[in-house]
């Protein structure tokens, strides 16, 4: 079964716009840590943001928040001010919970461009 | 912060050979590495998880004997690809655990073409 659905396989916006990604989850632990990674066309992975199941506040990082809404199951990505460095693949992903290797489980990501 | 170096970046071998990839944890002790593969367009699918000293665990429908994981130290995991085939073409990229934290740390990844 699907454990992170990210609905959005492309997504346009232009400069110094806001942008939303788009990320559902599915468990049913209560302890459980949500990410988000940039993925450029040279295939690294950098990490953007971070979101655990017991936080009260949001996660932030710079131009990055995390939109985190337990009860719906979601964590939308917010970008602010896009640059066009922005431009790549966007994977949520869930730090499986009661497994023993705290495995990471990803969605199928959205490609983001960012236009001047 | 913490450093995964992963070697080489881009490989090209002929089928039927073995490829050997290196994940190596410059600052910190990678008590747990994950193995991902990533077909073009498509997300990171994760094959195995290796813990320093013991044997990998494989996901479901990765064949043991084709991936071969070796995590001899908390410094170092590899991935050798036998015998590959055209089919076994991907990009590979490993992520470490620090022994504290609550981070995952990339490698670069490895572009493997299989001629």
């Known amino acids: 079964a699907q454990k992170i659905t990210q609905t959005q396989p492309g997504m346009f916006v232009q400069e110094k716009e806001a942008v939303t990604l788009d990320c559902t989850y599915d468990?049913?632990?209560?302890?459980?840590?949500l990410f988000w990674y940039k993925q450029p066309s040279s295939g690294e992975m950098i990490f953007l943001i971070y979101?655990?199941?017991?936080?009260?506040q949001n996660a932030t990082e710079g131009r990055y928040s995390l939109n985190f809404q337990k009860a719906r199951k979601s964590a939308n990505l917010v970008i602010s001010a896009s640059q066009l460095g922005d431009s790549a693949m966007y994977f949520c992903?869930?730090?499986?919970?009661?497994?023993?290797?705290?495995?990471?489980?990803f969605g199928t990501g959205t490609r983001l461009l960012v236009s001047p | 912060g913490a450093v995964v170096s992963q070697h080489p970046s881009w490989v090209i071998c002929k089928s039927g050979t073995s490829v050997k990839i290196e994940c190596r944890s410059l600052?910190?002790?990678?008590?747990?590495m994950f193995w991902y593969r990533q077909f073009p367009k498509q997300s990171l699918m994760l094959m195995a998880t290796?813990?320093?000293?013991?044997?990998?665990?494989?996901e479901q429908g990765v064949e043991k004997d084709k991936f071969l994981i070796n995590h001899a130290s908390l410094t170092l995991s590899t991935l050798t690809v036998t015998s590959a085939h055209p089919e076994d073409s991907s990009f590979y990229i490993c992520?470490?655990?620090?022994?504290?934290?609550?981070?995952?740390?990339f490698g670069s990844g490895t572009r493997l073409t299989v001629v």
């Open positions: 992520s470490a655990r620090s022994t504290g934290g609550d981070g995952y740390t």
């Open positions: 468990t049913s632990d209560q302890s459980y840590g």
């Open positions: 979101q655990g199941s017991y936080d009260e």
């Open positions: 992903a869930m730090r499986e919970p009661n497994t023993g290797f705290q495995k990471l489980v």
């Open positions: 600052d910190f002790q990678a008590t747990t």
């Open positions: 290796s813990n320093e000293g013991s044997k990998a665990t494989y």
